[in-house]
């Protein structure tokens, strides 16, 4: 595998869903449809028979389990170029954008103010990284399985801020970053980002990886701040009529 394919996988295994299933070196994933890269098939690597027919598969794993055929695929690779011949479009319909850029840089050292990592996800927490203070066992078993971090950030007693930190393999995964609107333009997500770097340099994190939709120009701007370049894009692919025997299509 490529360095692309390789970061890919570190990524999945920090977003781990509740159904993972092997195609070859595909993963076939689902969690009851909490985000995209929860519910789509993982496409690096060799999936062990055509790409046809692995296409297939995922059509019938995902019909299986009542969630639209999707595919995660490395964006301008040969297997994306497979996938579009295989009768597969770009599945725009992802309401979080369906391009999305994987960023890296280094963790950046000095103390972290004003924010902190918790051990455990609070209720404030839930509601804001996953909108739902009492989420589903889907929404906690991606957001709480492994090595994770729970970044908040207080203002005047209020949960002003969050973010989810996850180490895989040396890496610290962040996601789900966000600050309530009224607290907005006070340096909260840099000063979580912040904490949460401290927090993973201390589990043993030399660098951090985010995925990030293109279309997300405010992420972007903030993670490039601190020193984050675009690694590879992916994007995800879904199926065009006829391309999966199904009434979706």
Known sequence: MNDSEMLEIVCARAWPPVVDEPLGEWRLRWADGFTGRANSAL???DPGRSVAVALKAVCDFAHDRGIPPVVQVIQDSDLER??????WHEWTDHAAGYQVSVLVGP????????AEVLDEPTPAWWELAADNPSPGAAERHVLSTGKVGYGVVDVDAVTAGAVRGAIVDGWLHVSRLAVRPEFRRRGLASAMMSA?????RAHGAERWVLQVAVANEGALTLYSALGC??????????????????PQS
């Open 43 to 45: 496409a690096v690597g």
């Open 82 to 87: 497979e996938v579009a011949a295989a009768g």
């Open 107 to 114: 963790l950046p050292a000095g103390p972290a103010k004003d």
């Open 196 to 200: 949460l770097a401290e927090w993973g």
């Open 229 to 246: 370049t675009e690694h590879h894009r992916y994007r995800y692919w879904g199926p065009g009529p006829g391309a999966c025997e199904d």
